[in-house]
């Protein structure tokens, strides 16, 4: 007779390559049936993104089948999103992941990184926002062919725009055509606070949000506003970019908003026709800057004219040219972003966890 107790030790073998711990003690493993020889059970993963879903079922299966008596093991993968868990009051209490996208120079591919990241997540079956924050320049729109979209709303609150599978807001929705606005520091904020919190976001395992360049109104408003999960940095390997955007990761740290890790964009180009890759720029590696900031090099996406194209046709690379080198490279960092979110819930609550309790002496 098999027991669950047998179950859940032999699936104790199996480490979380990223939270590098067993599955069993991460407390993914739920639902252990039994009858007779034939086992099942679910692995309920932080992300449907997961980089390492397929490898981790297999490694369940092959754990389980080593055991006395067991002839068939049925292993199904699900996903729950862990939430942000903060006890502060939250002006987005049902998005779990808020990600924030930012550069220190202008015209890194934030916001085609943005549009193509959110894309990609929602591609592998998460629920995904994503917010267009950069007041001063809104392209989301643009980039996802709904800019001449006008959001209504429902009871007090926006409803988003939905394209390709996510849930969009932008300050270009709300703003006539052509219309310029002297943003000051309180209304920088103040549009941010209203893009969380009078949207109806409803229930979202990811909320990306494109920022403006630089850590000026937008970004350190909304690191004030809401805890982040963290904030991805966006850089082309020029030297001034490499220094601007470390600076602005200084400044994110500053304001306690975790570093999630580096893309490095533009880096390279890819000739269509031998294959060969060209290093464009000599300055900085995105590898070397995650190095210097102590984060993750979460991935290079080549240049390619298809990938501006695109963004211009308002249907991002990942959906546009999925087999395309620069689609891959964005699908992949998607994963690898995702599960950096888990490792920082994960981070968070163990924290929490150990926090002492107050005692009087
Ligand atoms: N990998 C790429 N290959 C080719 N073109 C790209 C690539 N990434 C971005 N671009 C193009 O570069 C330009 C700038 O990109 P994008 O608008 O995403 O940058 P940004 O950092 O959001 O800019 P801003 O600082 O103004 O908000 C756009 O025209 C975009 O289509
Ligand atoms: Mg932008």
Avoid at 75 to 89: D, F, G, H, K, N
Avoid at 92 to 115: F, N, R, Y
Wanted: with cysteine; glycine share 8%.
């Amino acid at each position: 007779m098999i027991t669950e107790a047998q179950v859940l030790d032999a699936l104790r073998t199996v480490q979380d390559p990223d939270l590098h711990q067993d599955i069993v003690r991460l407390g993914f493993v739920k639902d252990v049936q039994i009858k007779d020889g034939s086992v099942k059970f679910q692995v309920q993963l932080t992300t449907p993104a997961c980089p390492v879903k397929d490898i981790l079922k297999a490694q369940c299966e092959e754990a389980v089948i080593a055991l006395a008596g067991v002839e068939k093991v049925e292993v199904e993968m699900t996903a729950q999103v862990r939430s942000r868990a903060t006890e502060q009051e939250d002006l987005v209490p049902e998005v779990k992941q808020i990600i924030a996208i930012a550069s220190g120079k202008g015209g890194v591919g934030k916001s085609t990184v943005s549009a193509n990241l959110a894309v990609a997540l929602a591609q592998s079956g998460a629920r995904v926002g994503l917010l267009d924050a950069d007041v001063y320049g809104p392209s989301i729109p643009l980039m996802l062919g709904c800019q001449d979209e006008h959001p209504f709303t429902r009871g007090k609150k926006i409803v988003p725009i939905e394209r390709h599978g996510i849930r969009i807001m932008s300050i270009g929705f709300l703003l006539e055509e052509g219309q310029a606005v002297m943003w000051r520091g309180p209304m920088v904020a103040g549009t941010v606070k209203q893009l969380l919190a009078d949207v109806d976001w409803g229930d979202l395992d990811y909320l990306l949000v494109d920022l403006p360049p630089g850590t000026g109104d937008a970004p350190m408003s909304l690191a004030q506003l809401v805890p982040l999960t963290g904030v991805v940095i966006v850089s082309t390997p020029q030297t001034v970019a490499g220094n601007i955007a470390g600076k602005a990761a200084k400044l994110f740290t500053r304001m306690n908003t975790p570093l999630m890790g580096v893309i490095e964009n533009m880096a390279s180009f890819i000739a269509p026709d031998t294959g060969k890759e060209y290093r464009l720029f000599s300055g900085m590696p995105g590898s070397q800057l995650a190095a210097e900031l102590k984060v993750p090099f979460l991935g290079s996406i080549p240049l390619d004219p298809e990938v501006g194209l695109a963004g211009d046709r308002g249907l991002p690379s990942v959906l546009s040219a999925p087999d395309s080198a620069q689609a891959k490279a964005f699908m992949a960092i998607s994963k690898d972003l995702a599960a950096q979110a888990s490792v920082l819930a994960l981070a968070r609550r163990e924290s929490e966890s150990q926090t002492p309790t107050f005692s009087p002496a």
